[in-house]
């Protein structure tokens, strides 16, 4: 039977980088982890073709190409498929990373990098891309169910709806699981740039949420206040480990 | 500067004045000097000739005569006019003059002259004694003034007076001021060469050789700022290119040390070799990482991206990182934000590493931990930051070379702070009084 990390492990990833030992020690990383067909473009033309030829499942491109650079062929691709993209690339300047990310590239990493570091990030994007979910998409709070799929909480077989900010504040604080995130994230994730002035917003949305998710909304066991900074959603893992 | 040029101006004026107030007396006292004929003076007068020739003149048998010789200048001459009218005694006496004289005639002479002969009289027991002197020896002129006239004499001299240092102010005002503008544009252009930009003086009048020189200097300055720039940019575009080089061969490096590092084919002993080179590129990378940023804030270069920073956010974001990253409970950090709205221009990750820097400090030089607190607020319309522990604090050493970059990348973090704190136009001060104490200051903008 195929599992879904073996059909994960199927994809066909290709990899553009004009230096020849960068492929090779990616593609033998890859191998390692059951990755077994990894293509190698050192050009944009060459990656352009396979692209065309194969059914490519992510690219990692380099920036800095010899027949042009990875932002071009980053976009050149976006016209042939929808295809993950990773820059894998010698510019650190935030400038590169931004512009890189802002063209749509699902991530951006600086050589030099860790190759495990390299390796999780392809699975991520693999997993999410091509819906291979693992994750779970219910939360238990104590004792009630948080289902992200239909937006409610379920208690005692009750289905409480979570209105869409409450769900997207959630959503923020549940990605960040046990790590605080601070007012101004959540608030530029809820309500976008200019979110000045939205402290005492967020403040009535975070008491509603903790009104369906909290036993006792005025001692809150998992969503936390950190004074001064942000919230936290606070998982115990052992229960959760569904 | 503009103060300068208005006290110049000034002095300018008062000088003027004085000059010709002097000037003023000195001529007065010289046209008294010179008024007063000095041939008259020290020669001898024609009264004093009169009075003596007055005085030897007797009346003989057959008319009048001198009892004494006379010392007469060149070309005098004397006559003797009766009660009647009639030249009764005479010496030298010109053809041209006559014997009779009319009331009228006497009139005339006395005050103008005779014949043109320039004349003196004096009256004497035996008629009226006349000095005639050569025709065009003398000049007369007869002067008169009212008794009013030398009443008011004191307040008319202090009225002309008056008018005279109001007339010098006047004019002096007129001429100084042409020069009053063009020292100003001098002065002006001398603040803006002090400010290093650029500075074209038009090329004319007294000032001509001062503005030449001012905006050779300021095409001096400009041309070497110029060539700064050059070198910096093309050292910057060098470290950038280096740091770029080495990346890929470090990804190797780092790549295939990692791998060695967890094959079980070695020996642990080469597994924890493979482990450290590692860990010693990661290093490496972090270097490459802050290699641009350092020599950046070594040069003092103004931050390339301008944007709005909110304090209070990367506030909060350095320290939820902190705490998100799982430092010790021994720490203990209090946050305290008073004045939400604080934004200033700048390059926010740059402003980020700075607070991330100073609070990592503390932490990282107190081992057995300390409490830390940060404060914000507004004060005397400036934006401030305090940030405070109770730790070992900091050596005199690093304090006193808060502004120098070091050479080595020890030590880096304080300097780094400082840099981009002042780049961003703000103040930093820093003291070790149980334990370490920041105060950054920023303006208020808008």
Redesign the interface.
């Known amino acids: 039977m195929v599992t879904k990390m073996d059909e994960l492990r199927n994809k066909k990833i290709l990899i553009v980088d004009d230096e020849k030992e960068i492929f090779e020690m990616l593609e033998g990383a890859l191998f390692k982890e059951g990755f077994y067909h990894t293509y190698k473009a050192s050009d944009c033309r060459e990656a352009i073709r396979i692209i065309n030829e194969q059914r490519i499942a992510l690219c990692v491109l380099d920036i800095n190409l010899p027949d042009g650079n990875g932002f071009n062929l980053f976009e050149d691709i976006r016209k042939i498929t929808t295809v993950p993209v990773i820059f894998l690339t010698a510019r650190g300047e935030s400038e590169d990373k931004l512009h890189g990310l802002t063209l749509g590239a699902d991530d951006y990493m600086v050589k030099p990098f860790l190759i495990k570091e390299f390796i999780l990030r392809v699975i991520a994007i693999l997993k999410r891309t091509y819906n291979i979910n693992e994750t779970q998409t219910t939360l238990r709070l104590s004792d009630r169910i948080v289902d992200f799929e239909t937006a409610e909480v379920i208690l005692n077989n009750r289905k409480i709806p979570i209105t869409a900010k409450e769900f997207m504040l959630l959503k923020k604080l549940h990605e960040n699981k046990n790590r605080i995130v601070t007012f101004d994230a959540l608030c530029l994730f809820a309500w976008g740039d200019a979110y000045y002035g939205y402290e005492n917003t967020l403040m009535v949305h975070i008491r509603r949420l903790r009104e369906k998710i909290e036993e006792n909304p005025s001692k809150p066991k998992h969503l936390i206040t950190v004074k001064g900074i942000g919230y936290k959603l606070v998982i115990d893992n052992e229960k959760n480990s569904l | 500067m503009k103060k300068t040029v208005y006290k110049i101006f000034i002095s300018f004026i008062l000088i003027a004045v004085t000059i010709a107030m002097i000037l003023l007396a000195i001529n007065f006292l010289a046209f008294a000097i010179l008024g007063s004929d000095p041939n008259n003076l020290y020669t001898e007068s024609p009264r004093i000739i009169l009075d003596n020739a007055s005085e030897i003149l007797i009346k003989t048998k057959t008319g009048f005569a001198l009892t004494d010789e006379i010392i007469l200048p060149n070309d005098t001459w004397f006559i003797l006019i009766s009660e009647a009218g009639e030249v009764v005694w005479d010496l030298n006496k010109p053809d041209d003059v006559p014997l009779h004289y009319s009331i009228n005639d006497i009139a005339v002479m006395t005050r103008w002259y005779l014949n043109d002969y320039p004349v003196y009289v004096r009256t004497t027991d035996y008629g009226l004694l006349v000095l005639g002197y050569p025709k065009d020896s003398m000049a007369k002129y007869s002067i008169e003034y009212s008794n009013d006239w030398f009443r008011s004499l004191p307040k008319n001299i202090l009225a002309l007076l008056f008018f005279n240092i109001c007339l010098a102010t006047v004019l002096a005002c007129t001429f100084g001021i042409r020069l009053y503008k063009r020292l100003k544009i001098v002065t002006s252009g001398i603040q803006f060469l002090k400010m290093e930009s650029p500075v074209h003086l038009k090329e004319k009048g007294i000032f001509r050789e001062i503005a030449k020189s001012i905006n050779e200097t300021s095409n001096t300055i400009e041309r070497k700022n110029q060539l700064i720039a050059q070198k910096d940019h093309a050292r910057q575009n060098w470290i950038?290119g280096i740091?770029?080089?080495i990346?890929?061969p470090?990804?190797?490096?780092?790549?295939?040390a990692?791998?060695m590092e967890e094959n079980i084919e070695l020996s642990g002993n080469n597994r924890n070799k493979a482990g450290i080179i590692?860990n010693q590129?990661?290093k490496?990378?972090k270097l490459?990482?802050d290699l641009?940023l350092i020599s950046s804030l070594a040069y003092d270069m103004q931050p390339s991206?301008k944007k709005s920073i909110?304090i209070?956010?990367i506030l909060?974001?350095v320290?939820?990182d902190l705490?998100?990253s799982g430092i010790s409970d021994i720490f203990e950090i209090e946050?305290?934000?008073q004045y939400?709205?604080a934004v200033i221009p700048g390059d926010e990750?740059l402003m980020e590493r700075a607070f991330f820097n100073l609070i990592h400090n503390s932490i990282m030089h107190n081992k057995d931990g300390c409490s830390i607190k940060i404060t914000e607020g507004k004060a005397n319309g400036v934006i401030f930051i305090e940030i405070a522990d109770n730790g070992k604090g900091v050596a005199d050493e690093v304090l006193l070379h808060l502004s120098e970059i070091p050479k080595s990348t020890h030590g880096l973090g304080l300097p780094m702070a400082y840099k981009i704190v002042t780049v961003h136009g703000g103040s930093f001060s820093a003291r070790s009084e149980n334990g370490f104490y920041i105060r950054i200051e920023f303006p208020l903008s808008g």
């Open positions: 950038a740091s770029h080089d990346r890929t470090l990804s190797m490096i780092m790549g295939y990692e791998e590692k590129s990661l490496v990378k490459l990482e641009n991206k909110k209070c956010a909060r974001n320290i939820s705490l998100n946050l305290d934000l939400e709205k990750a």
